[in-house]
């Protein structure tokens, strides 16, 4: 153990647990944490592939201080926020052995170097919201319009599935290890 990281000294030390030691044996919070993380980071990175592709194909006509851009801008930036977490920290769980404390602690650790980026793409986020505010309301409030959510349900069906896949998956895992 001459050359490992810290993390996967820890690992080594630690108890054979199968699941990191924080969830204190309860299978069920590694179940949810499990396929929480795993549906949010498949959710998140299609939003920002939609988000990007809108992007894209609109790049021609929509102005940089435009609220669809703004509105855009800010859902690729929570997106990736939250796909890079949620990214590092499913890989983490999924790639937990205790056998392999090498290769448990590299993920560990992987998942620290991700955190600082996803942070800065909330953060990102946030200032767009937050700059665009007054001129967001101000446009909002002069010119309203229903928007007719009930009528967009179906789109997440494809998301529902994900969960489901997910939390089947988890199970599966946290049950088999």
């Known amino acids: 153990m001459d050359n490992t990281s810290?993390?996967?000294?820890?690992?080594?030390?630690?108890?054979?647990?199968?699941?990191?030691?924080?969830?204190?044996?309860?299978?069920?919070?590694?179940?949810?944490?499990?396929?929480?993380?795993?549906?949010?980071?498949?959710?998140?990175?299609?939003f920002a592939y939609d988000a990007l592709a809108a992007m894209r194909r609109n790049r021609g006509r929509?102005?940089?201080?435009?609220p669809v851009t703004i509105w855009r801008r800010a859902g690729l930036c929570f997106a990736s926020g939250i796909g890079i977490r949620t990214f590092f920290a499913a890989v983490?769980?999924?790639?937990?052995?205790?056998?392999?404390?090498?290769?448990?602690?590299?993920?560990?650790?992987?998942?620290?170097?991700?955190?600082?980026?996803?942070?800065?793409f909330g953060v990102a986020g946030l200032t767009l919201l937050y700059l665009s505010a007054p001129g967001m309301v101000a446009h909002l409030r002069r010119k309203p319009f229903p928007i007719a959510m009930w009528a967009s349900l179906p789109m997440l069906r494809r998301p529902a599935a994900i969960a489901l896949l997910s939390l089947i998956a988890a199970v599966g895992v946290v049950s088999t290890r």
């Open 92 to 120: 983490a769980l999924w790639n937990w052995d205790p056998r392999d404390p090498a290769g448990t602690g590299w993920f560990l650790t992987l998942q620290r170097f991700g955190d600082p980026v996803a942070l800065g």
């Open 6 to 46: 810290l993390a996967a000294q820890a690992v080594a030390k630690g108890p054979p647990t199968l699941a990191p030691p924080s969830f204190d044996g309860h299978g069920w919070l590694v179940v949810i944490n499990l396929a929480g993380m795993t549906f949010a980071c498949i959710v998140a990175c299609m």
């Open 62 to 66: 929509d102005l940089p201080n435009h």
